[in-house]
């Protein structure tokens, strides 16, 4: 997978500045995690779970990457149903 399936035609510009921003991380394997969640859920999120996103597309890869290996704890902030719903679409 080299990016996005997903077309953002239909969405509006927060949410496709969300897409575009999960899809071009830095780090390959968490374009997968959260590009792959956006493309299947962007269209879905209520404003809160959209500003959670947000939240969570501002941590640092580096971090997100241990969160997701379960090598450090998430912590509490961004320990959310969210969170669990990405880590969820990967298997984690």
């Known amino acids: 997978m080299t990016g996005t399936t997903r077309s953002s035609h239909d969405l509006d510009p927060r949410r496709r500045r969300a897409l ?30 959209m500003t959670e996103l947000e939240a969570i ?4 890869d580096t971090n997100l990457f241990k969160w997701v290996t379960g090598e450090v704890a998430v912590p509490p902030e961004y320990d959310t149903p969210l969170w669990a719903r990405i880590t969820a679409s990967h298997g984690r």
Do not use: C, K, T
Request: aromatic content about 6%; hydrophobic content about 40%; glycine content about 8%.
């Open 20 to 49: 575009v921003r999960s899809w071009r991380r830095g780090m390959r394997e968490m374009d997968l995690v959260l590009g792959g969640f956006a493309d299947a859920e962007i269209d879905r999120l209520s404003d809160e779970e």
């Open 57 to 60: 597309l501002d941590v640092p």
